[in-house]
């Protein structure tokens, strides 16, 4: 079974200024997809950024960009020029590709990294 | 409207009791998925379901039932619900495998 790690619980950055927030993933899969997951107080699951296995290039959506690398099964989201409204819980998810049955086949979360931006 | 909607949003309910947690999408996709959150656990999978009757245990399945006779919706029960099984569930779905999922507005569930 694949697992996610978030390893930093909490994290506080500047407004305007840059954090990194780290994911690392245990799988024996060679093609799935990775995601980051934003949640506000509002509860609602909102899709960041998305990251095909089989692609080398680095995903980027605006001011959110990611580190992948595949071989060190590390998956970290940069954002720049954080904003108050960027201030959330923030999921790693992974997901294979294809069915395979056997209650392998939804999105495995992370426990979340709750990141506070300081005005 | 379009989307994946979850109801109720908010429900307490009395230990032993059965509780069944609506969820329905408007996007036919094959996938749809029941996921609870605690604090210190993030989200993990209940059941899923890749199509219309056909059903899979996720990670913590027990004390749980679902059912899918039609693909756009996709019913979660308590069958005699503890207090274990406060937490708040989402529903989600996806078009395929392996792509994102979509989230429903979640349900914060209290068993007293």
């Known amino acids: 079974a694949q697992t996610v790690t978030q390893s930093q619980p909490e994290m506080s950055v500047q407004e305007a200024e840059t954090v990194t927030l780290s994911c690392t993933y245990d799988t024996s899969e060679s093609d799935y997809y990775l995601f980051w997951y934003k949640q506000p107080p509002s509860r609602q699951m909102i899709l960041v950024i998305r990251q095909e296995a089989y692609k080398q290039q680095n995903a980027t959506e605006n001011r959110f960009s990611v580190n992948f690398q595949k071989a060190a099964k590390s998956f970290s989201l940069k954002i720049s020029d954080s904003q108050l409204g960027d201030a959330a819980m923030y999921f790693c998810a992974y997901r294979s590709i294809g069915y395979s049955g056997g209650g392998a086949d939804g999105l495995t979360f992370g426990k979340g990294t709750h990141l506070i931006i300081q005005p | 409207d379009a989307g994946i909607t979850q109801s109720p949003r908010y429900k307490i309910t009395e230990t032993g009791r059965q509780v069944t947690l609506m969820c329905h999408q408007t996007?036919?996709?094959?996938?749809m998925f029941w996921y609870r959150q605690d604090l210190g656990h993030g989200l993990r999978l209940i059941y899923y379901?890749?199509?219309?009757?056909?059903?899979d245990k996720g990670e913590v399945p027990d004390g749980y039932v679902v059912s899918r006779s039609k693909t756009e919706n996709f019913p979660l029960t308590l069958e005699s619900a503890t207090r274990s099984q406060t937490s708040v569930y989402f529903c989600a779905s996806s078009p395929v495998a392996g792509t994102e999922a979509f989230f429903g507005q979640g349900t914060r569930l209290t068993v007293v």
């Open positions: 379901s890749a199509a219309a009757d056909i059903t």
């Open positions: 996007w036919s996709h094959s996938y």
